[in-house]
């Protein structure tokens, strides 16, 4: 038998989504189908369903303190992902916490706009998010719309403007960025991954379906589960790698998206296809 030890301990700092899709509960899917232990800090209640966003609730900044303190006093993680924060003071709180007792991989997914193209967070949480959190972070998610929100710069549109903006995203301070360009027409899905040593095109078919909800949480808290799973001293090609394992995966899930029937609007993804 295995080790207790080897099952690894990961958490999630996001808001919440009724619908199962996104947020905190898709998070959690995601790290469960990769085979991680999954904790989590609510941040927010949003009322939401697959067709859009009706209200944000943010939790006050000291009760998603106090989640966190009691959270960090009992578990030793290995990798935190990052979701929805919608004010300075949470951002301010989260990145003391996390300073102190720090897990080896944090991933943050700049969460700003939902798919359905509804605000999450106002100029106060952009700000909060560019300027305390991305600094903490060893991996950052944006998609087109959200580096263009974080970097104060129009969308880009082409492949090229792509190239031409991930420079600015890694002078925010994380180390690795993946820019992904879903947003952009055409047979594929041309993600730019940005690392200390190199960029690399990360590129796969698209995929003809509607069930897009909740992609880009899921995209990034797999991506904390798989380099969850690294060695402490782990290399550029091993980080590589995983977040490569962590695309395939939500690939795979998207593919496997029919075989569910949730929802009127934009559907979840398969996180569990590999299971049920």
């Not at 939401?48 to 303190?65: D, K, M, S, Y």
């Not at 909060?128 to 950052?140: G, H, K, N, S």
């Not at 929100?149 to 129009?154: I, K, M, T």
């Amino acid at each position: 038998m295995s080790p207790v030890s080897s099952i690894r301990r990961v958490l999630t700092i996001a808001g919440s989504d009724p619908s199962g899709g996104a947020g905190l509960q898709g998070d959690i899917k995601t790290f469960s189908a990769l085979g991680c232990y999954a904790t989590n800090v609510i941040t927010a209640v949003i009322a939401q369903n697959t067709c859009g966003v009706a209200n944000v609730h943010p939790v006050p900044a000291e009760v998603i303190g106090e989640q966190l303190d009691n959270l960090l006093d009992d578990v030793e993680l290995d990798a935190v992902k990052i979701g929805m924060v919608a004010s300075l003071d949470v951002a301010e709180m989260i990145a003391k916490a996390l300073t102190a007792r720090r897990p080896r991989w944090i991933v943050l997914d700049p969460v700003m706009v939902a798919k359905s193209g509804d605000a999450l967070v106002d100029d106060a949480g952009i700000r909060a998010v560019r300027d305390v959190l991305v600094p903490l972070a060893d991996v950052i998610t944006p998609n087109l719309p959200e580096a263009a929100v974080l970097l104060d710069v129009p969308t880009p549109t082409t492949t090229a403007q792509m190239e031409a903006l991930v420079p600015e995203l890694t002078r925010l301070g994380a180390p690795y960025a993946l820019l992904k360009g879903g947003h952009l027409e055409g047979e594929r899905c041309p993600d730019l991954l940005a690392t200390p040593e190199r960029h690399q095109w990360l590129s796969a078919p698209r995929i003809a379906t509607q069930n897009l909800h909740g992609t880009g949480c899921s995209l990034s808290s797999a991506i904390a589960a798989t380099l969850a799973r690294l060695n402490e001293q782990s290399t550029d090609a091993e980080v590589v790698a995983a977040i490569g394992a962590a695309k395939d995966w939500l690939h795979a899930a998207l593919e496997a998206s029919e075989r569910l029937s949730v929802g009127r609007g934009r559907g979840p993804v398969h996180h569990f296809h590999a299971w049920w």
